[in-house]
């Protein structure tokens, strides 16, 4: 859950068709106080998981499937302190799930992810007109080739990850703390649990013309991790990426999860985790 700074703060992949189960209880891995509601999203190249987490409500909504030749995949993350956070997240990724083989087949990976989020931005401006609401949600969203080729939009504080052996590289939040770390001023372990953590610079929904940063990656055997801010805020960056190279993918994943909510986090969690 998230809070912008408008508030009050400065071949084709291996594997089957996605598998989707919706379930409501514990996850039967974990032991949880209070029963939560887990969405996961499965085959054999990738595993993806969001849970609510120590909240009334899942802010969070994710995407990950299998397309023709391509992988792709998405987290957004509804902000707090503004209504209907939810909604907004949900109306981010059902333009995501718009991509089909077609359009895949016959476009650019970043010029669909520039109208992905561009068309999500409108749809949401639209849809708080409509209602008299002020709903934002952050994104991050990939488009990953079989050969290692992963494009990568982000706006906001989710983000994607491509960890290897030796490296961590990750995309740039827009975010209170990232300005202090661009600053010198905080240092991005630091920035782990820190108070104001959830302010957010730019966000979906909240502005006219909303243009995502776009990476262009190699992750050829490489591990391609997107997550929430309930994640990668609570987790040391040396052991996140330790986490994140757990064999398995659903392992990887489950292993975030649990160190997130070790270390303190009570927001929403979502992580997608890939081995390329």
């Known amino acids: 859950m998230r809070t912008s700074s408008t508030d009050n703060h400065p071949g084709s992949f291996p594997g089957t068709e996605q598998a989707f189960l919706l379930l409501v209880g514990n996850h039967p891995e974990r032991r949880r106080e209070t029963p939560s509601r887990v ?7 990738f595993f993806a998981i969001s849970e609510k987490g120590g909240r009334e409500v899942n802010e969070d909504s994710i995407s990950a499937r299998s397309v023709g030749d391509y992988l792709v995949f ?10 209907r956070g939810e909604v907004a997240s949900r109306i981010a990724i059902q333009e995501l799930d718009r991509i089909d083989t077609a359009i895949l087949s016959s476009s650019d990976p970043e010029f669909l992810l520039l109208q992905v989020f561009a068309e999500a931005n409108l749809q949401i401006v639209l849809y708080n007109r409509e209602h008299g609401v002020n709903s934002g949600t952050t994104m991050t969203a990939c488009i990953a080739s079989r050969d290692g080729r992963c494009v990568i939009g982000n706006l906001g504080d989710s983000r994607a990850y491509v960890i290897g052996e030796k490296t961590c590289w990750h995309t740039r939040d827009h975010s209170y703390l990232q300005q202090l770390i661009d600053a010198g001023e905080l240092s991005e372990r630091a920035a782990i649990r820190h108070p104001q953590s959830n302010i957010i610079t730019r966000a979906l929904g909240l502005e006219r013309g909303c243009v995502p940063d776009i990476s262009d990656m190699n992750a050829e055997g ?44 009570t927001d929403n969690l979502s992580v997608i985790v890939c081995r390329m």
């Open 222 to 265: 490489k591990v391609l991790v997107l997550t929430s801010d309930g994640i990668h805020d609570f987790i040391e960056p040396d052991r996140f990426r330790e986490l994140a190279m757990t064999p398995g993918n659903r392992e990887a994943a489950l292993a975030l999860i649990d160190a997130a909510i070790f270390g303190g986090s």
């Open 74 to 83: 998405g987290i957004a993350d509804g902000l707090g302190g503004h209504a």
């Open 39 to 45: 969405v996961l999203l499965e085959d054999a190249s």
